[in-house]
C-alpha cells in the first residue's frame, strides 16, 4: 500500500496542474463541448461568440454562493483557533495514551465536527492530532503519527452530509440558481432524512471503529521527528496598540450573544410551526458567526484569528466564478440535455443514485470544490431525476456522499492538515485509502437500501 501510495502522490505532483488551472481547463473543455454537441447550424458563424457570451453571463451567476462558501470555511476555521477548542483539545490529547486510543478518538472528534462544519472539522482534526503528536514526543508515547494524522482528516469524507454541506444547504434556500427546475428541497429531505441520519450514525461508528483496529495491528512510526514544539499556524500581532473596545472581551461576546439569540428565535419560531425551512447556508453562516466571536470573547482575538483563516479561502474566492462560467455555458447553451440525456441512457431509477455517486466521486478529483462541483454537475443530475422520477433529495446526497468519499485520495483539502501536523500526503494516505473503502460501502449500501 505505501509504494500504491507514493505512486499515487507522485503522479497527483507531476500530473495534475494547479487546482485553478484545473478550472481554467474545465471551462475551455465545456466551450468545445458547447460548440461539438449544441451548434446546430453550421451558418451561425458567430455561435463561437455566443458560448464565451453564455460563460460571461454565468461568470456573475454564483457570487452569493461564494461568499457563503469562503464564510463557512473561514468562520469555520476562525472558531477552531478559539480558547475554546484549544482547551478542549488539550485535555482530550492527554486521554489518548497509545495510537488505538488516539486514533479512534481523534476520528470520532473529527466526524462529529463535520456535521456541524467542514472547516471546523478540517483545522480542529489537524490540531487534535499534532496535540496528540507533540504529547506523545513530549512523553515518550510510541504511537503511529501518521495514522494520527490520517485520523484527524477523516472528517472530510462525511462533511457534505453535514450541516455546512453545500449541495443540500444551497437546495434549501429561496433563490438559489436551480430553483426553477427542483424548487426548494428542505433539509428534513436530505440532511435529516432518514437515509442520512442512518449513514451518518454507521460512519461515526464504523470509521472510529476501524481507526481502532488499524491502531491495534500497525506498528509504532518510531520517534516522531518533526518539530511538534512551535505552534502549527501564526496570529500576527497589531503594530498599533489596539484600542480598549477592541481588547474588551465584553464587547466581542455582547455581539455574539446578541447574534446568537436572534439565531435561538427564529429557530424556535420555525420549529413552532413545524418547519425547517430556516436551516440554509446564511442560517449556518449566521449561527457560527454568533459562536465564533463568543468563544473569541474579544473582538481583536476574533479578527486576528480570521485574518489567519481567511488565507485558505483564497481557491474559493478566485475558481468559483469559473465553475460559475462553466455552468452558465450548461446551462444556456442547451449542453445540459446532452449530458443528461447519456445519463439517462445508461441509469434507470436503481442505478441512478449509484451512477451519480461514482461521478461525483470521479470529478471531485478535479473540482476540489463541494460548491464548486455542485455548481457544475447539479443542474445535469436533477435533470436526469427528474426524466426518470427519482427523488430529487437522493440524487442531492448521492452526490455529496461521492463528492466527499474521493476527499480521502485528493491531496487538496488536506493541505492544511499536513501543514499544521507536518507529516506529508503519502504519509496519511495509505490510510485514509482504507477509509475510503469502508466509506464506500457504507454509502452504496445506504444508496440501494433507501
Sequence with gaps: MKGLSAWYIEWVRKSLPSPFSIAVIITFLSIILALLFTWKNDTEWFYPVQ??????????????????MVLILVLGHTLA?????DRYLNKAAMLCTN???AAFWISFTSILISFFNWGLCLVCGALFAWKVGKHAKEHGIDINYPLIGAAGYSGMMVWHGG?????PLKSAESGHF?????????????????MNITASALIIIIIPLVFY????????????RVNLSAKPYTIKEDEEKPLKIDRSRITGTITGVIILGAALIKMGGELGAGALTFINLNYINYLLFG???????????????ATTATKGATGIILQFPLYSGVMGIILYSGLIDTF?????YWSNEVTLPIFTFFSAALVNIFVPSGGGQWAVQGPIITEAAKALNVPVQKIIMAMAYGDQLTNMMQPFWALPLLSITRLKASDIIPYSALIMVAGAIVYIGILLIF
Design 178 to 194: 436551480l430553483e426553477s427546475t427542483i424548487g426548494i428541497i428542505p433539509v428534513g429531505e436530505t440532511l435529516l432524512s432518514p
Design 163 to 167: 450541516f455546512s454541506g453545500s449541495a
Design 81 to 85: 483557533l478559539s480558547p475554546w477548542v
Design 213 to 224: 483496529y488499524l491502531g491495534n495491528k500497525v506498528a509504532s512510526s518510531g520517534p516522531i
Design 99 to 101: 495510537t488505538p486510543k
Design 340 to 344: 443528461s440525456g447519456w445519463f439517462l
Design 291 to 305: 459562536l465564533a466571536l463568543i468563544a473569541h470573547g474579544s473582538i481583536l482575538s476574533f479578527l486576528k484569528a
Design 51 to 68: 458560448v464565451a457570451l453564455y460563460w460571461e453571463r454565468g461568470f456573475w451567476d454564483l457570487l452569493d454562493f461564494a461568499m457563503q
